[in-house]
């Protein structure tokens, strides 16, 4: 698994609420970013300096490179994400995820379409609907499933 990949996908499939998905990236990515002991040290670290631009040297010094950083951050990013996200129901159509929050009188659609490039914007009588490059966002009193069509469909 590509987990730099499927962390990007997880972050655009959080949004529209595949708890799942996110908890399976976690599971499976979160041990190849763990950095132990870097949070302790980097509080020791800024503790020394008076001045927040001291503190990049002295990392360098204590021998805390970027890369830790980067892969305590993503280890800190995953955490969160799935801390974060709201688990919903999620429906396929085609190649599009999506899930609907129903508000009674307007129907809120998230999705994610994988393939999807570009921009386009659909309005009908009933809503509209955005699609940019792989998200797809609707508010429509009518048929949700319809406006995805358009929205996926080559201009």
Request: proline share 3%; charged share 35%.
């Amino acid at each position: 698994m590509n987990c730099i990949e499927e962390i990007g996908k997880a972050y655009f499939l959080s949004w529209i609420g595949d708890k799942e998905f996110v908890d399976k990236v976690k599971r499976e990515c979160l041990k190849q970013f763990e950095e132990p002991g870097l949070k302790e040290e980097l509080a020791k670290i800024s503790e020394m300096t008076r001045r927040d631009w001291e503190l990049p040297a002295l990392l360098r010094d204590h021998g805390v490179d970027s890369d830790r950083l980067v892969r305590a951050t993503i280890h800190e990013f995953l955490e969160r994400l799935s801390y974060t996200t709201e688990p919903r129901e999620i429906e396929t159509l085609g190649k599009v995820r999506f899930s609907v929050s129903n508000l009674e009188f307007v129907k809120v659609v998230r999705g994610y379409c994988e393939n999807c490039v570009g921009y386009k914007f659909e309005m009908d009588a009933y809503g509209f609907g955005i699609r940019y490059e792989k998200l797809i966002y609707i508010e429509t009193r009518g048929d949700a499933k319809e406006m995805i069509r358009k929205l996926v469909e080559s201009p």
